[in-house]
């Protein structure tokens, strides 16, 4: 089982619509929580921290369930700027005393007009 | 430097050659990881460096794996005797403990082993 599981998709959703992805983490101990999005041929940039209280970023909202180990991130009133693929991160301290940050294998979505 | 900074953008090499991927890191960041990312799957961990000590190398798949990252800055990914398999983009990042733990990616190398 992979530490860090995510929906692969493809979510093709219309323009103006809410899309909602999941992500489970098997690493009890993980630390922090992160969504990271990555467009096609780019670099992963950061899209926001989860945390457990839930936190919002205009269209988007994030939420961590610590009891049941997983991570949501809705996104409102998509637009085609949204489409790319949004990888959930999650981190955890190493036997070697580093922070290590484990990716899913991402969510590909699709804006269609 | 303004981001993190990879060279080269695009390596093609032959099945056996050797390859060394350079990272320049933003200036004064700490961390620096190497992540690979094979075509349609997210990002796997190979290595982590905190200045010039590599602390974790639990994920270099084989002995043909070899980073370093002398000074504390710049850090260098090196294959020997590159396989097919060899074949994906590899991320470098760096990050400042304490800073909500955002870890900025450079562009990767995207190497095709033929």
């Known amino acids: 089982r992979k530490e860090v599981e995510q929906d692969p998709g493809p979510f093709n959703v219309p323009e103006g619509a809410t899309v909602a992805f999941n992500c489970t983490y098997s690493n009890s101990a993980s630390q922090s929580f992160f969504w990271y999005r990555q467009d096609c041929r780019k670099e992963p940039k950061l899209l926001m921290s989860?945390?457990?209280s839930g936190n919002e970023d205009g269209r988007f909202t994030a939420q961590l369930n610590r009891a049941s180990q997983y991570i949501s991130l809705l996104i409102r009133d998509s637009k085609l700027s949204d489409s790319a693929t949004y990888l959930c991160?999650?981190?955890?301290?190493?036997?070697?005393?580093?922070?290590?940050?484990?990716f899913g294998t991402g969510t590909r979505l699709t804006i269609i007009p | 430097g303004a981001g993190v900074s990879q060279s080269p953008r695009y390596k093609v090499a032959k099945r056996g050659q050797d390859v060394a991927l350079r990272c320049d890191p933003i200036s004064g960041h700490v961390s620096l990881f190497w992540y690979q990312q094979a075509l349609g799957q997210g990002p796997e961990f190979l290595t982590y460096?905190?200045?010039?000590?590599?602390?974790?190398k639990s994920g270099l798949p084989s002995d043909r794996f070899f980073a370093e990252r002398p000074e504390g800055s710049v850090s260098t990914l090196k294959i020997q005797r590159t396989q097919q398999e060899d074949s994906a983009v590899y991320l470098c990042?760096?990050?400042?403990?304490?800073?909500?733990?955002?870890?900025?990616f450079g562009q990767g190398t995207r190497l095709t082993v033929v």
């Open positions: 989860v945390y457990s």
């Open positions: 460096f905190q200045n010039e000590a590599q602390l974790d």
């Open positions: 990042a760096s990050s400042q403990p304490g800073h909500r733990n955002e870890a900025f």
């Open positions: 991160v999650v981190t955890h301290l190493s036997n070697f005393g580093n922070e290590k940050l484990t």
